[in-house]
């Protein structure tokens, strides 16, 4: 089922920007207040020249209109707009927060950008992802991703009520749940073929992805290499608040906690 990109997106950098973080798959829940805090915390001291948040900023989103009255959205896009006022933010929709638009990302001050995108920073070529399109053998939520992808079904779905929307997505979510605890779960992984396909159409030497939460470094031959992004929970022990920062140097792991 895997469709590589007619074209791929690309930023390239200004020569200004010494350093950028990656980051992806922080769940943000307003009864998670601990991971709520850190990437507070991140927001507000980080000295990157600009932020790419590679999907699943937040654990559901159940459309731009749920931060227009107070409470946790609306709080999560007041931090974004401060942050925003300070440095670039992009954001890639995840497999949680796809019904992100331009609404919110207007509200934010944040550039919403294309799975997969290329980065060109300091001459270098890297390719972002969030990392689901490409788990071929995940081909249940494969076919759920191309449903809830279709801007028909998403116009459809934002016409509902709002309180309607969200207990959808706590459905959704717990079905989630359940699927992951069947021991006939399928723990599907990035397909290597299949990144290295998109690498060379890029022509980037990296792929930078989350989604899988298995941070970890995978050679995938002729120089080829995909680096994986940690989720966050500052509850875990031991915490998990970690960022890919890229720079002239490389690519380097900073853990927040």
């Not at 509200?107 to 980065?119: E, F, H, S």
Request: include cysteine; glycine fraction near 6%.
């Amino acid at each position: 089922m895997n469709v590589a990109p007619s074209a791929f997106a690309e930023i390239v950098a200004p020569a200004s920007w010494r350093t950028v973080d990656l980051l992806s798959d922080l769940h943000l829940q307003a009864s998670e207040a601990a991971t709520v805090a850190a990437w507070q915390g991140y927001l507000e001291t980080t000295p990157a020249d600009a932020v790419f948040i590679l999907g699943d900023l937040f654990e559901v989103w159940p459309g731009d209109d749920a931060a227009d009255a107070p409470g946790f959205e609306a709080d999560c896009a007041a931090l974004l707009h401060r942050a925003a006022a300070r440095r670039p933010i992009f954001f890639m929709h995840g497999n949680r927060d796809f019904l992100v638009g331009p609404a919110f990302a207007a509200r934010c001050g944040m550039t919403l950008i294309d799975d997969p995108t290329v980065l060109v920073l300091h001459d270098v070529r890297w390719l972002l992802s969030h990392g689901d399109a490409l788990c071929l053998e995940d081909t249940e939520y494969l076919q759920f991703r191309a449903q809830v992808r279709e801007p028909a079904w998403q116009q459809a779905l934002l016409a509902r009520p709002l309180e309607e929307r969200r207990a959808l997505a706590r459905s959704v979510r717990a079905r989630s749940e359940d699927r992951k605890r069947s021991p006939d779960a399928v723990w599907a992984d990035v397909d290597a073929a299949a990144a290295r396909d998109w690498l060379r159409q890029a022509g980037a030497d990296t792929l930078v992805h989350g989604h899988t939460h298995r941070p970890a470094i995978h050679a995938l031959g002729d120089g080829l290499r995909r680096i994986v992004l940690s989720d966050w929970d500052a509850d875990a022990d031991p915490p998990r608040a970690q960022l890919l920062c890229l720079s002239a140097t490389g690519a380097r792991r900073v853990d927040l906690r």
